[in-house]
């Protein structure tokens, strides 16, 4: 079974231009998370998806960060701006949640971006 | 408030020997627990799911909760260098959200 994929794997850009991150999560998985992990901390929760619908999006920078789960599968996330406080790296992860079941979240090799 | 917490080490334990992570969380809701590996400049990825009072045991490793005291802890027995990584404790509160440790970095000595 394939695992979550997401591409680019490494991002370099100047500040203040835009860039896009996608994901597609493993086959079957109704959810889907963006993370953003700094050095030395857990990952911190950008935004959940449930099928198609934006359930928590409560810690997303809506001024310059948006996302889209177009038909319930794949996402992408955008930022533009980009400012340099936004380097980091972007982890996308994907899970089967059914009422009373488990939350295991499984993760891709996430994108390393780098703000100028 | 929903905290994590874990000690950052580093935490430096001889091959061979048993590894100790700990982890407390604030939130006596919480049901399930998750212990995540990660290695430098590589994602997180799910060692081992505990929902239950008492011990789990997959391998060389071990989860032990304690939902009275509010705490979780993963066990490494015979530590091999290949166990040097980044252990991420996770506990998911109301409406799914995983609230994550800033993790535990684990050096196996040979």
């Known amino acids: 079974e394939a695992g979550v994929v997401q591409s680019p794997r490494y991002k370099i850009i100047e500040k203040k231009q835009p860039v896009a991150f996608w994901c597609n999560p493993i086959s079957g998985h109704n959810t889907l998370y963006w993370y953003r992990q700094n050095l030395g901390q857990g990952p911190e929760l950008l935004i959940r998806y449930e099928n198609e619908e934006a359930v928590d999006d409560s810690q997303l920078p809506k001024d310059r960060f948006s996302a889209e789960r177009l038909k319930g599968v794949d996402s992408t996330l955008k930022i533009q701006p980009a400012e340099l406080g936004d380097s980091a790296v972007y982890l996308c992860?994907?899970?089967?949640?059914?009422?009373?079941?488990?939350?295991?979240?499984?993760f891709g090799p996430g994108t390393r971006l780098t703000v100028t | 408030q929903k905290e994590v917490e874990q000690n950052s080490g580093p935490l430096s334990v001889p091959e061979g020997a048993i590894a100790s992570l700990n982890c407390t969380y604030s939130d006596r809701v919480s049901q399930s627990f998750f212990w995540y590996r990660q290695y430098s400049g590589k994602s997180p990825e799910l060692i081992m799911s505990?929902?239950s009072n008492g011990d789990k045991e997959d391998g060389r490793f071990t989860a032990q909760l304690n939902k009275a005291s509010q705490y979780v802890s993963l066990l490494i027995r015979d530590s091999q260098p290949s166990d040097s990584a980044t252990y991420l404790c996770?506990?998911?509160?109301?409406?799914?959200?995983?609230?994550w440790g800033a993790g535990t970095k684990l050096i196996i000595k040979p």
């Open positions: 505990i929902y």
């Open positions: 992860a994907s899970s089967l949640v059914l009422a009373g079941d488990s939350y295991e979240q499984y």
């Open positions: 996770a506990v998911p509160f109301s409406n799914y959200q995983l609230i």
